[in-house]
């Protein structure tokens, strides 16, 4: 089965604190993504990555970075957190032999942001 | 712009009875789609995908169908179990989405005992 874990569950820091969420998956997938969920607006997505040490924008980049040094990790980083980036954060990853469709998600982040 | 929806925010069905999320699509280059289910405080689970060329797809208790004339997905699933309550969601892939799912807002499945 594949896996996908992230650093923390839940979260709770200060405005203006770098925050660093981490996602591990153990199946050697390249692609990976990282989403926000917030009530009524589903799943956006942040940034993705096709494979190590490369990023792609996704819907809703602003206020966020990425790294992606080892192809099992996948790093999502807010410079400076704000309040409105309190939300549930999201990792997935993806087989690109496949096509890349299937998606599989880790348990979620809960992030506070105060 | 492509969008995917879902009809109805909430759905309740009484336990044993069949439950049919609906999930409208817009992009008529979508080739994939796949249906998660999202419990409460855990992140989205796969249930079931169906490719472009099938208009059904069976699984355990879980049918999809897919209707490319009008763009429309539903998930059927028999035997409604308590379990079952969750959110569901929708997505579609389409190749030129270079490798990213478009997401449904949800469909919130309430199973009354």
């Known amino acids: 089965d594949v896996k996908v874990t992230q650093s923390s569950r839940y979260l709770v820091k200060r405005t203006g604190e770098k925050v660093f969420l981490e996602c591990v998956q153990d199946m050697d997938h390249e692609n990976m993504f990282w989403y926000r969920q917030d009530p009524g607006l589903g799943l956006r997505l942040i940034y993705f990555s096709y494979d190590v040490k490369m990023k792609e924008k996704g819907d809703i980049p602003e206020g966020y970075s990425v790294s992606r040094e080892k192809k099992e990790r996948f790093s999502l980083i807010l410079e400076s957190a704000s309040t409105n980036q309190t939300s549930m954060y999201l990792c997935a990853s993806s087989l690109r032999a496949v096509g890349g469709r299937e998606q599989y998600f880790g348990p979620g982040t809960r992030l506070t942001v105060t | 712009g492509e969008s995917v929806g879902l009809h109805l925010p909430t759905l309740s069905v009484q336990e044993g009875d069949n439950s049919i999320i609906n999930c409208a699509y817009s992009n008529s280059a979508s080739d994939y789609f796949i249906w998660y289910k999202q419990e409460s405080g855990k992140g989205p689970q796969f249930i079931i995908d169906i490719r472009s060329n099938m208009d059904k797809r069976q699984g355990q208790r879980v049918t999809v169908l897919l209707n490319k004339t009008v763009k429309h997905l539903s998930l059927q699933i028999a035997a409604t179990q308590p379990g079952d309550s969750a959110v569901y969601f929708c997505?579609?892939?389409?190749?030129?989405?270079?490798?990213?799912?478009?997401f449904g807002q949800g469909t919130t499945l309430q199973v009354k005992p």
């Open positions: 997505a579609e892939f389409a190749p030129s989405n270079t490798g990213k799912l478009i």
